[in-house]
């Protein structure tokens, strides 16, 4: 008896868990990416929140904008995107939107995986959630939100920090 009644409530929080997925398993692996700062590097080596840029997209005041280990080798001596470079593989960069000092909007985030089936032309699966798992705009869109700003001119492998934070 007891068996079943495991059974039972195995399968009950199994059904519980998928419905209340939010996005896609792309999403919410780029999500939990997101949360752990360990190891990143920060743009122009500080953490420091920017105000908005002109060139912004985003309704949030602040950003800061980090890169993993794969990606932070694209990073010249002052902590900016080298010239002309093309992220390698495995690259994870995250921008977070904050709507204060001390309130996380949203991370907006690139990953390099050309075999990824979500992701576009140039390999990079857009992710834009919130910290609560909210998905603003599915990495399944290919980052058709976002791509309009991120090809702007002086981009470098449709990054902008460079053009909006010289």
Not at 68 to 76: G, I, Q, R
Not at 80 to 86: H, N, Q, S, Y
Request: net charge neutral.
């Amino acid at each position: 008896m007891k068996f079943i009644a495991l059974l039972l409530f195995s399968g009950s929080v199994l059904f519980q868990a998928s419905s209340c997925k939010k996005g896609t398993d792309t999403d919410k692996e780029m999500l939990d990416m997101a949360k752990n700062t360990a190891g990143f590097v920060w743009y122009k080596f500080s953490d420091q929140l920017l105000p908005k840029s002109n060139f912004s997209g985003h309704n949030e005041a602040f950003l800061r904008t980090r890169y993993n280990t794969v990606a932070a080798t694209m990073l010249d001596s002052t902590g900016k995107v080298k010239e002309g470079i093309i992220f390698p593989e495995g690259s994870f960069i995250v921008k977070e939107l904050w709507n204060d000092a001390s309130t996380l909007s949203t991370y907006a985030i690139l990953w390099k995986q050309y075999s990824n089936e979500d992701a576009d032309a140039s390999g990079w699966v857009w992710g834009y959630i919130r910290p609560d798992g909210e998905v603003r705009e599915s990495s399944k869109k290919k980052g058709e939100a976002c791509i309009g700003c991120h090809s702007l001119s002086g981009n470098i492998d449709l990054t902008a920090m460079n053009v909006a934070f010289p």
